[in-house]
């Protein structure tokens, strides 16, 4: 007697957004909306632009932390970048 293995489904690479993910962007979302609504200069260009701004730094050395976590390497310059850039 011979025994067939079936062929185990594995989950895509690429997967959709689900469970906490999907609460987080919700919760963005929701936020983003009452903001505009309550101010009036939440979603101007100026406000905007001085978010990307102050968030550009760190979201830099997010990324590029990212890739160094990803390729299973060690990197401590970050810390270095990161206490010269808002160094006072």
């Known amino acids: 007697m011979t025994t067939v293995d079936t062929p185990v489904r594995r989950r895509p690479i690429v997967r959709a957004i689900e469970g906490q993910e999907l609460a987080l962007v919700v919760v963005i979302i929701v936020l983003c909306v009452v ?46 970048a990161a206490r010269r850039r808002w160094s006072w």
């Open 35 to 80: 903001l505009s609504l309550m101010t009036r200069t939440f979603l101007t260009a100026s406000n905007l632009n001085n978010i990307l701004f102050s968030v550009a730094p760190i979201a830099i050395m997010g990324i590029g932390m990212t890739a160094v976590i990803v390729t299973a390497g060690i990197d401590v310059s970050c810390r270095w």
